[in-house]
């Protein structure tokens, strides 16, 4: 269990993308040339997360050494997202739109930072113009698209390259069905979604957590 969490806390800002809080995604010019045809597929890509008002999904989390847990993930517009991870793994994730918790239950432990300083901050922050970052990449299938989000204006922010898959009851067409990061230390960490479910209930309390320092002071 102690290797477990270490993992986790190496690799936190990576898990928490979830990029999905990408909802915040707005059309733009990449930063580099790009082709009519990718062009078109990366607004694809953006349309299909902005259309995204909430959803539930299970996920599995991949590190480079290969250790996986699995989890809930809750997303509700603008900018929440949820991290559920399995009873044993005594961790969670919660993004409010503006900052990123990581709740430790393990050592009650709380560590909070500002978005724009995460692995995530490209994707996760609402000010700034997410997809002049994004690159497509080629993947052979037509059915699939790989967009690249990198901030070169800040290599500390890492690497997420996003996997959609054409699916026509997904929002937009397109389902995001798993992402990779890569932080500045080279840490790789895969988060696979699946059972995706759009336009469930999803309230504010989704995104409060207990916080165990308080029990920890009596």
Request: hydrophobic share 40%; net charge positive.
């Amino acid at each position: 269990m102690k290797n477990l969490t270490q993992t986790f806390r190496n690799c936190v800002g990576a898990a928490a993308l979830a990029a999905l809080s990408v909802p915040a995604l707005v059309p733009a010019v990449p930063a580099i040339a790009a082709s009519p045809a990718e062009t078109g597929r990366l607004d694809q890509a953006v349309t299909a997360l902005r259309g995204i008002s909430t959803m539930k999904a299970d996920f599995i989390q991949t590190d480079r050494k290969g250790q996986t847990v699995r989890g809930t993930l809750t997303l509700k517009r603008p900018g929440r997202i949820r991290f559920q991870y399995e009873k044993s793994a005594q961790m969670l994730i919660v993004g409010d739109g503006k900052a990123l918790t990581l709740v430790d239950y393990a050592v009650d432990q709380v560590q909070r930072w500002p978005i724009s300083d995460s692995p995530l901050g490209a994707l996760l922050d609402p000010r700034r113009d997410v997809a002049k970052f994004g690159k497509v990449l080629p993947t052979g299938n037509p059915d699939v698209i790989s967009v690249e989000v990198r901030d070169k204006s800040h290599p500390e922010y890492g690497v997420i390259t996003l996997i959609f898959t054409r699916k026509a009851s997904a929002p937009g067409g397109l389902e995001l069905t798993y992402w990779v990061a890569l932080d500045s230390q080279n840490q790789r960490t895969t988060i696979a979604l699946s059972n995706q479910r759009y336009g469930v209930p999803v309230t504010d309390s989704d995104f409060r957590w207990t916080d165990p320092r308080r029990k920890s002071r009596r």
